[in-house]
């Protein structure tokens, strides 16, 4: 907009005028972000319908009132991070990949003081790296801004990252933050952090210093749970060793601590992550007559990395015999939870454990598995993701694996036990008994089955089953959120009555539910199939066939595919085509007659082939 069409604008609609500013900003090539559209930018402004045309994703030349817009959209800065990726691709690719540091520190230095709150950078980098890649490469910048002196990095995600003016030495941050706080758990925080810097810095002076704050905390606090209390005892001790003193006379004492052997799993699960070896090397000197029961109990209550830790301990300090076996006995117990199933299945090949897992991957761990979904399935509320059933899905070798002992009775079983699954959306079960299938045949009966009682079966090729699927997951996780967040946005701006933005918000949302439906109930139908059953004998879905025109003498050559897999430029047709479904059963010879519009055609077959011969 230039400044006439500002002018113009506010002569309209004088209450406009404090936001002149950002209208002006509303330039042809300013790039922008819409709380309902997202990022775009801007392409003209329309001035005979007063209207900004901008390009978002999706939405090429998208008409916005920009007095509506005013509270909605907001005008980029060129330093903008968002704008900056399009104008400096190269550069913003190699600080995403090579020095996340200086990336957050370019961030920072566009708001306003330097400072931005850890959602709203989290939301800034969510958008610049896209959600599938921000989180890890979150956690990994994250890291690197902890040692690095130009920024200031709260304690939680809702307080606000600094950009300093001067850069100042991590340790002395952490001595601040230390004196600035009367919290004995944070105080304790604080303490680990210096000590995790001890390799790099010569922190004596230091540890004296903290020494005996920490071990007043440790002694005297007792509003610590004992996760707390041993943690804080290893941060004294530790400092002890630093500072040189002797830690014979300090109360309590680690083995004291973990004397109770009931308290071990609720000791394990709230301590901070990296100090399980060193529980367990302690359970090992408290307990020397029941170390051994005791890391087996925290080995069936673990998850993760303390999965592995549990198993290197054990065999460490020689079980691995009895790893197996009790691994055993857990699966005849139904006692193997779900995150050491996980485990399981994940190390079944690697070259550590695969010796130890070898006797337990069969028909049997499988049960372990469906059932351990199911229960986990029936106690979620909403959609909450199951990495159990995900890698069931995703790790194309693991039913196969699981299966290559089963006889056809017991992988029947199984595969009626997948289809009652609540863990699984049908659509994800169909994949999976598709493994089934190709393993053993006869429980195609159960698919067929359940098709007769949804109704006829599509038959589709795989790259356009891939297709649909790919087109009901946007819908899904893309475009109805993102439409529900557009209705909200408009509905803001009050009167629904006369809120156009508000009015095509909820005609996209008809549409989307309608698409959404449609796409369930069609992929609810479908049957994949590769079109090798398929004879020459007579017309099938897989056939190329050759056809005369018996009027104009022409000849023309159809491929007969799934139904989706129309494509008449390549005389490729669906077999729920007209003429297709004439067509089908039909041999050499057979003569056919079809409507096609207001004409009716006769055809007669001249030749018969197999479409993946003709390939």
Known sequence: MNAEAVHDLISLKPDLKPSKAKLEAMKPGAYCVHRSWGFGRIKSYDAANRRLLIDFDGKP?????????????????????LVRQQTEAAKIADLIANNPAQLVVDALATYPNNAATGVELENLFSSVLGADKFKKWWTAAKKQLAGDPRVSVPAKRTEVFVL???????????????KNTRSPRRRLQIAAELLATAKKKDLKPLATELLADII????????????????????????????????????????????TERDLPSIAEKLPTGTHVRLLELIHVAHPTSWKENVFTLLKLSSGKFTTECVNFLIDHECGPEITTTFQRWQVEQNLRAPVLLWIVKNRTTRKFS???????????????????????????????????DILSDDIDLIPDLLSTADPETARD????????????????????ARFIKLFPG???????????????????KS????????????????????????????????LKENSEYKMAKQDQSLLLAQKSQLERELGSARVTDFKEVTTDSVGVGSVVELRDL??????????????????????MSYKTPLGLALLSKKIGDEVKVKIGSEEHSYSIQSIRRYVDAK
């Open 414 to 433: 199984l595969a009626n036990t997948l289809m009652l699954n609540q863990g699984f959306e049908e659509l994800t079960k169909k994949s999976l008994l």
């Open 216 to 259: 007043t905390i440790v002694k005297e606090t007792a509003a610590l749970e004992l996760a707390e209390r041993l943690h804080g005892a290893w941060v004294r001790n530790d400092l002890a060793a630093i500072a040189g003193q002797d830690i014979s006379a300090f109360e309590p004492k680690v083995e004291e601590i973990v004397a």
């Open 551 to 572: 009027g104009t003498k022409k000849g023309v050559t159809y491929s007969i595919l799934g139904a989706w897999d129309s494509n008449p430029d390549a005389n490729i």
């Open 355 to 389: 010796r130890l897992l070898n006797d337990l991957i069969g028909p049997r761990l499988l049960t372990a598995i469906l059932f351990a979904i199911d229960y986990e399935a029936l106690q979620t509320a909403g959609a909450r993701r199951m990495p159990l059933a």
């Open 443 to 461: 429980i195609q009966s159960l698919v067929a089955s359940d098709e007769s009682e949804k109704g006829e079966a599509l038959l589709v090729s």
């Open 164 to 178: 300093r003016d001067e850069p100042v030495n991590v340790e002395d941050e952490l001595m601040e933050q230390f």
């Open 464 to 495: 356009s089953y891939e297709r649909k699927r790919e087109e009901y997951d946007t819908i899904v996780t893309k475009k109805i959120p993102e439409n529900s967040k557009a209705i909200a946005a408009a509905r803001e701006h009050g009167d």
């Open 61 to 81: 030349g998208h008409p916005m009132d920009p007095a509506f817009c005013i509270g909605t959209l907001d005008v980029l800065p060129e330093k903008h991070l």
